[in-house]
Every structure is written in structure tokens, then in C-alpha cells.
């Protein structure tokens, strides 16, 4: 039954029943026929309000006296020049504003200002204005469709368990600390936000957000949710046209969250600077400006670049005998081997740099920063003469060639030391770049290949120097990372373990299974399991309306199966071959991952001739074949998976690196 405010302009409380009318003459309640009652008094009423230009309505809604009438409202409709102010604090725990299905055309208003929850059933149509302050909204569908705006005023829209579809033509307003949890397929048209901290929150995978961010500045927080990704870097790009592209890191190999269309605050004018990531105790991650943390975080470049050094105590050979690297002077002549001509010469450095690490767990252990501990006699009998330890990415020199650390660790003899979760570290350069001894082990000196600012200064006279190096053009010794070179090292060094100093060294014992989880998701981020498994097929019923899903599955990197000396550090899912799509009696067979131009998460052709390896996160195009009443069946044969390393969750959440 429809139920119409008869009032007018001249009263505005909803409650006063003389207020109403309905509009097929009454209704019998509690025995009784009348023509006048609040909407609540029935269930599931049709509600009107609309006034004029010459007499507009607006209507009070105090939400403490909704227990007077406690029935869900079927659909409200707030016309042109109609206001609805729904306020107070429903007492019995109940919502204080409850309704199915909300329309508020262009021109109509409706203000929710309660701490209560509030409850705006499925797929709001929101042509004019719904401003939610204080309170937290319930959407059933999680989507809200129209042109008009939301605005949030200390409140947030959404939660971790539904992420919100947002009308491709709305607009939402974050102001005074509201949170916007949002689908990347369906974030709205605009989202603008004021100079309080405000939340966009997203989910840990890859996306791309093509809505347009404005007024973005240093109190704006990008939160992902705790997940399989970890956020290691952010980064700014100008697109040309006075906005930027923001990308979140989740790796080295491209993938992350990617937002395309961000408008920079004016007002006071916003400068970007360097993101920093901090992580939350619930295990969630906030991407800010530096200037919105409190010391904690720790800087992630934009341009980081692979960290190169040394940790204090490592001897460096010079002129006057060994010196710790953290006693190294400007000028101080140091040793430098001249494998061309196979001879000693003395080179003065030019400049001394130090830095500090702060580890994060939750990276692979050749991401994380973890040094790396080379013990005495690793390499040859006096080589190291001690244990050394470098970071990851450091260079060892071997016949004529640098090879870097990391591809050598054998978790006996070179391993990473888990006792240091944070560490000063320390360059010592040469002009040009030179072959150096430290600790009795061919290495390299510090190549200036752009991050310099990235270290402080450690020296008291440093020559000033304009040109930027490249390892391809300025190296002391070519780089060599092919399996062919790096494994016979590794082999070599891995038989010595048995007479290292430190043989009681145990190596870190690491699961693995052949178990893909191979599982999709959603545009929506609903997770789809698979209802049925007969060898390599995986099959999945979709719902109707989907048109995209994507893989998701656990990952591995080659140098992790395979082993370090293998330079492939990309994570790698499953190999996906056919995919078919039936639907009622018809098979569709879907191509876009083999495709010359392949969507996001999958890697380009690898030499197997109709299979195409995910990233562990891969977007699949279904097409137009589901429509909002069919159902299919999504069959899919994987043609390689696994085996993946299942490590235990580090304990601390721990997000600094570079410092």
C-alpha cells in the first residue's frame, strides 16, 4: 500500500500520523480502518515523499521513537524538493532506519545523522542527494546505482565483507574521516576527499581503480586489507594532463593496485613526495604521504633500486691493512684488483654512504631484506677469513665475473641471517667502480647507479660528482646470472658445507605440495570454489550476471623449486590450458589467456604452444554468456601446478625496509 506526506511544508515530524495519507483510502490496523498512519505501522509500505519549488517538504525522523513502529518500510521513494532528516539513537538495538528499497530522485534529499545503524536495503537509486554522517550504512546488494552524490561525514560506507559497487555515474564525497570501502570494477565516476584522514579501502589484489581521485592529499589513506599480497612500494607517475597515476607494489614483477586518474589537492596546494606502507594490528596496510605517519613507517622509494653493501665489522683491504667499513674515510687508498691485467692497484675512495634495514618477514627472504651470511671457509680454505655478511643483492667475484649473493645461498654455508631484523649498512666507493677485497673475498665497491640520495653520507669531504653510472657501461666486471655460470659455483661452494667452521648450521626445513588452491573471484570479491576436481580439470559453478573472475591460486618462483642459481624470481600460479564455459546446452570456449595481448596476471607465451602461466592472480574475460538468468559451468585443465613452498606466517607483521 502507498502511504503519501499530505503535510506539506507545515509540519515535519514523521511520527504524527495525521501527517499521511493513504493513497487508496486506509488500511484496518489492530482493528481498526484508517486513512492516517506512519509508514511503520504496516509492513512493507510504499512511501511518497515529494513537494514543490513553491512548497518544498522536509520531514523529521527522530530514529528514537521507531520502536513506536517497528515495520520494515517495502520502498521510499524522496521526490524533487523533498527532504528527509533521519536523526536520534534507536534505544532497542534495532536499526533506526530500515527500508527495502530507497529511491531519491534528482532534487530530493535524504541526511542520515546517527550513530545507530541504518539499514537501505538493496541497490539504492541515488539521483539526488544521500549524505550519512556518523552512522554506519547497510547495503544488502553492497552497490549503490544513480548519478546523483553520496556524501560521508565521519562514516564509512562498506565493510571487509562487501566491498561496494558504485554506479559508474555517482559521485561519493569522503569528509572528516570517513571510510569508502570499494570495488575496483565499480568504484563510481568520482571519489572526492577533504584534508582529514580519510580511507579508501580496497582488497590485496591486482587492480585497476579508473575512477577519478580528487582533492587528493597527505592526510588521504589507500588501506589494503590483510591478504596473500604485501604492499612493498609506492610510486607516482604523471599522466600529462595535470594528473597522476598512483601504483602499489606488491612485488618487482608488476603486480599491485594501480590508481589511473588522481587530482591533487589545490587548496592548500599537495606535493608529492615518497609513499610510506605501515601495517595495522589487524594485519591491514596503509599506503600514506610521509608527512601523515609518525615515525614508524619506514620509506619505501618509489625508485628503490637493489641495496648493495655491507654490514659493520666487514674488513675492507687498504693500503695501511684491513678497516672496518664504518671506520672508512674520503681518501682513504684502498686495494683493487685488476683481474684484466691480474694485479693489485690502489684506488682512493671517493665516497662513504651508510643506510639502515628494517627487515619485513613477510617478503621472500631475498626480498626482505635478511643479510646474507657467507661463514669463514665457504669459498675456499681462507676465503672469507671470517664470516661476512652483505646483503642479498651483493656481488661476489668469480673468474672474471660478478654474480650476486643471493644465487649462491645454500642454507648451510651461505645463509640468511634471521638475527638481524634491522641493521646499518655501508658503502665504500671507488671511482671508477673496482674489484675490492673485504674479509678476504673478492667483491665489489659501490656503484652510484642513481639511489644516492637514498644513504647518508658517512665521510667528512666528499667530491662532488654529477654523472650517474650504469652496471652495463661502468661496471669493474661483467654481471653473469645464467644458470650455465652460477650453478657450477653453487655446486662447488654447497660441496664445501661439510667442512665450513660452522657445519652445526641447520638448514631451515621448508614444506612443499603440489595442492594449486586454485579458487576465483569475483568482480565483486566473492570467492568461487571449485564443486568438482577429476585429475587436472577444475570445474566452478558461476552465477548469472558474471562476466570476469579471476584465478587465483598459490604461487612459486622459480629460484625457490628450482634453486637460487636460477635468476627467475617471478611468482608463478598455475599453466592453464583449455577453458570452456557451458551454459544450459552450449560450450563456449574462452581464448583470452592465450591470446597475443593477454589480460592482467597472465605472462606472455612461454614456448608451450595453447598454455598460458598466471601470476597467481589472473584476470579471466568470460564474455556476455551469463546473463542475469543463466547459470554456467566453468571447466578449466590446468596443464602444470606447482609444487609450491608452504612457509609458516612470520609472526610480525614488520613493513620497513629501507630507512
Known amino acids: ?140 546488494s553492497h552497490s549503490v546505482v544513480g548519478n546523483g552524490t553520496v556524501i560521508l561525514d565521519n562514516a564509512s560506507l562498506g565493510s571487509t565483507s562487501s566491498y561496494m559497487a558504485l554506479d559508474c555515474n555517482l559521485t561519493t564525497v569522503l569528509e572528516n574521516g570517513s571510510t569508502l570501502y570499494i570495488n575496483n570494477a565499480s568504484a563510481g565516476k568520482k571519489i572526492e576527499v577533504d584534508d582529514t584522514k580519510n580511507y579508501i579501502v580496497l582488497q590485496d589484489y591486482n587492480q585497476t581503480v579508473t575512477t577519478e581521485i580528487s582533492g587528493y592529499n597527505d592526510n588521504t589513506v589507500i588501506r589494503i586489507e590483510a591478504g596473500s599480497q604485501t604492499p612493498i612500494s609506492g610510486s607516482w607517475q604523471s599522466n600529462g594532463d595535470g594528473t597522476y597515476t598512483i601504483f602499489i607494489a606488491f612485488d618487482n614483477y608488476g603486480n599491485g593496485i594501480t590508481f589511473t586518474d588522481v587530482v591533487l589537492d589545490t587548496d592548500p596546494v599537495f606535493t608529492i613526495g615518497e609513499f610510506k606502507i605501515t601495517q595495522n594490528s589487524d594485519g591491514s596496510w596503509d599506503v600514506i604521504d610521509p608527512t601523515t605517519t609518525d615515525g614508524t613507517a619506514v620509506t619505501f622509494s618509489a625508485t628503490d633500486e637493489a641495496i648493495t653493501c655491507y654490514l659493520a665489522g666487514s674488513m675492507v683491504r687498504t693500503l695501511n691493512g684491513d678497516i672496518a667499513v664504518e671506520n672508512i674515510q674520503i681518501g682513504e687508498k684502498i686495494v683493487a684488483f685488476d683481474w684484466k691485467n691480474n694485479r693489485d692497484i690502489i684506488r682512493p675512495v671517493v665516497w662513504v654512504g651508510k643506510g639502515h634495514v628494517k627487515v619485513n618477514p613477510a617478503l621472500p627472504d631475498d626480498e626482505a631484506g635478511w643479510p646474507v651470511r657467507v661463514l669463514k671457509n665457504a669459498i675456499a680454505d681462507g676465503v672469507p677469513c671470517k664470516d661476512m655478511l652483505i646483503t642479498s643483492e651483493h656481488c661476489l667475484f668469480f673468474q672474471d665475473k660478478f654474480v650476486p649473493v643471493r644465487m649462491l645461498v645454500n642454507g648451510v654455508s651461505l645463509f640468511y641471517d634471521k638475527s638481524f631484523p634491522v641493521y646499518d649498512y655501508y658503502h665504500v666507493e671507488t671511482e671508477p667502480h673496482s674489484v675490492i677485497t673485504v674479509d678476504g673475498m673478492l667483491t665489489e665497491s659501490y656503484l652510484d647507479t642513481g639511489n644516492r640520495s637514498s644513504f647518508r653520507q658517512n665521510g667528512k669531504i666528499a667530491i662532488l660528482r654529477g654523472k650517474m653510472h650504469s652496471w ?12 650455465s655460470f652460477v650453478e657450477p659455483l653453487f655446486q662447488r661452494i654447497k660441496a664445501r658445507e661439510s667442512i665450513t667452521s660452522a657445519c652445526c648450521v641447520q638448514k631451515e626445513r621448508i614444506m612443499e605440495s603440489d595442492e594449486s588452491d586454485l579458487h576465483l573471484v569475483t568482480e565483486k570479491g566473492a570467492c568461487i570454489r571449485p564443486i568438482r576436481r577429476e585429475g587436472q580439470y577444475y570445474r566452478f559453478m558461476l552465477p548469472p550476471g558474471i562476466k570476469t573472475v579471476r584465478l587465483v591460486s598459490r604461487t612459486n618462483r622459480p629460484c625457490d623449486v628450482i634453486g637460487p642459481f636460477v635468476d627467475d624470481r617471478r611468482p608463478m600460479g598455475v599453466a592453464v590450458a583449455e577453458v570452456h564455459l557451458l551454459v544450459l546446452k552450449h560450450a563456449y570456449k574462452i581464448t583470452a589467456h592465450l591470446q597475443a595481448t593477454k589480460p592482467e596476471g597472465w605472462y606472455a607465451d612461454m614456448g608451450e604452444q595453447g598454455v598460458a602461466w598466471t601470476n597467481g592472480d589472473a584476470m579471466l574475460p568470460l564474455g556476455d554468456y551469463l546473463t542475469e538468468r543463466k547459470m554456467g559451468l566453468l571447466s578449466i585443465r590446468l596443464h602444470a601446478a606447482g609444487p609450491y613452498q608452504i612457509r609458516p606466517q612470520p609472526e610480525t607483521g614488520s613493513k620497513a625496509r629501507i630507512i
Open 472 to 483: 652495463e657501461q661502468d661496471s669493474a666486471a661483467p654481471l653473469d646470472v645464467e644458470r
Open 1 to 140: 500500500m502507498t502511504v503519501k506526506w499530505s503535510a506539506g511544508g507545515q509540519n515535519t515530524d514523521w511520527w504524527n500520523r495525521d501527517n499521511w495519507d493513504d493513497t487508496n483510502g486506509g488500511q484496518w490496523i489492530n482493528g481498526v480502518y484508517v486513512s492516517h498512519y506512519v509508514p511503520q505501522d504496516i509492513n512493507y509500505a510504499f512511501v511518497q515523499l515529494v513537494g514543490t519549488e513553491e512548497n518544498p517538504v522536509t520531514v523529521d525522523y527522530d530514529a528514537s521513537k521507531s520502536q513506536e513502529a517497528a515495520n520494515q518500510i517495502g520502498s521510499l521513494e524522496i521526490g524533487d524538493n523533498a527532504t528527509l532528516n533521519v536523526f536520534g539513537v534507536q534505544q532497542s538495538g534495532q536499526y533506526a532506519f530500515n527500508v527495502n528499497n530507497l529511491t531519491i530522485d534528482q532534487g530530493g534529499e535524504l541526511d542520515i545523522d546517527t550513530t545507530s545503524q541504518v539499514f537501505l536495503g538493496t541497490n539504492p537509486v541515488v539521483y539526488g542527494l544521500l549524505k550519512i554522517s556518523n552512522a554506519s550504512v547497510l547495503i544488502d
